[in-house]
């Protein structure tokens, strides 16, 4: 019984971290400058409007 339930705990906790493996991956601070993206906006004048958008 006790083999059982711990093979069913180690289960769970498996599938859980594997659940949760992507969210901790983006969570984790990416190395290189050209890892990080930022916003560049510019004035449309078709648009009249500013325009962004995220580059690297």
């Avoid at 493996?21 to 983006?26: G, K, L, Q």
């Avoid at 400058?33 to 916003?39: P, Q």
Wanted: hydrophobic residues 50%.
């Amino acid at each position: 019984m006790k083999i059982k339930q711990f093979i069913l705990s180690s289960v769970v906790a498996f599938a859980s971290l594997a659940v949760l493996a992507p969210s901790m991956a983006s969570a984790a601070p990416s190395r290189g400058h050209k890892a990080h993206a930022h916003k560049v906006c510019k004035w449309d004048a078709h648009r009249h409007q500013r325009v962004c958008r995220w580059v690297r």
